[in-house]
T-cell receptor
Framework: GNSVTQMEGPVTLSEEAFLTINCTYT??????LFWYVQYPGEGLQLLLK?????DKGSNKGFEATYRKETTSFHLEKGSVQVSDSAVYFC?????????????FGRGTSLIVHP | NAGVTQTPKFRVLKTGQSMTLLCAQD?????MYWYRQDPGMGLRLIHY???????AKGEVPDGYNVSRLKKQNFLLGLESAAPSQTSVYFC??????????????FGDGTRLSIL
């Protein structure tokens, strides 16, 4: 079956530091890959996505590249802000018998200090 | 544009009571999902629906029932609540596209405590 593994948190950084959150996956087919962000008290919202190998998804200064050879989709940001404090989820999705049941990682909490 | 709306936002129940959580989406999405989120466990799929009148079990369906009588609504029922069902419940929806790159859209959650 499919699975997504994320680095455990919390990740604690100072403002303007460089961020990397690792994500690796196993899949039976050729999935699409996603990063979602969850701010306190809210639901998940899409941060970025990538559909095929070597695609780079980007949004709000965050980037992630679909690496098929290493089955990875690491999230990066060059300079984090306090407002980036949230929980980040890596996920994959592929069609299976007419259904689309995404597989989520367990989430990585990011805390950014001023 | 409301997106995905969950009702209620908070609820406290006593063991053995029943209740229904409502999810409504205004994006004409075919797929709808119910998840629970517990500390350290990430999101776990309870039930899902691929269209009006259809439902299917997810990873942790025991103790829950669902119905999708209207395309825009997906109801999650607890017939006899147990303390182990204390959690934050999220509803999500997705469009019909057969491309796997369509994301899910989530509601803001229902925080349920069972005493």
């Amino acid at each position: 079956g499919n699975s997504v593994t994320q680095m455990e948190g919390p990740v604690t950084l100072s403002e303007e530091a460089f961020l990397t959150i690792n994500c690796t996956y196993t899949a039976t087919g050729y999935p699409s890959l996603f990063w979602y962000v969850q701010y306190p008290g809210e639901g998940l919202q899409l941060l970025l996505k990538a559909t095929k190998a070597d695609d780079k998804g980007s949004n709000k200064g965050f980037e992630a590249t679909y690496r098929k050879e290493t089955t990875s989709f690491h999230l990066e940001k060059g300079s984090v802000q306090v407002s980036d404090s949230a929980v980040y989820f890596c996920a994959l999705s592929e069609e299976a018998g007419g259904s689309y049941i995404p597989t989520f990682g367990r989430g990585t909490s990011l805390i950014v200090h001023p | 544009n409301a997106g995905v709306t969950q009702t209620p936002k908070f609820r406290v129940l006593k063991t053995g009571q029943s209740m229904t959580l409502l999810c409504a989406q205004d994006m004409n999405h075919e797929y709808m999902y119910w998840y629970r989120q517990d500390p350290g466990m990430g999101l776990r799929l309870i039930h899902y629906s691929v269209g009006e009148g259809t439902t299917a079990k997810g990873e942790v369906p025991d103790g829950y029932n669902v119905s999708r009588l209207k395309k825009q609504n997906f109801l999650l029922g607890l017939e006899s609540a147990a303390p182990s069902q204390t959690s934050v419940y999220f509803c999500a929806s997705r469009g019909l596209s057969r491309r796997s790159n369509q994301p899910q859209h989530f509601g803001d959650g229902t925080r349920l405590s069972i005493l």
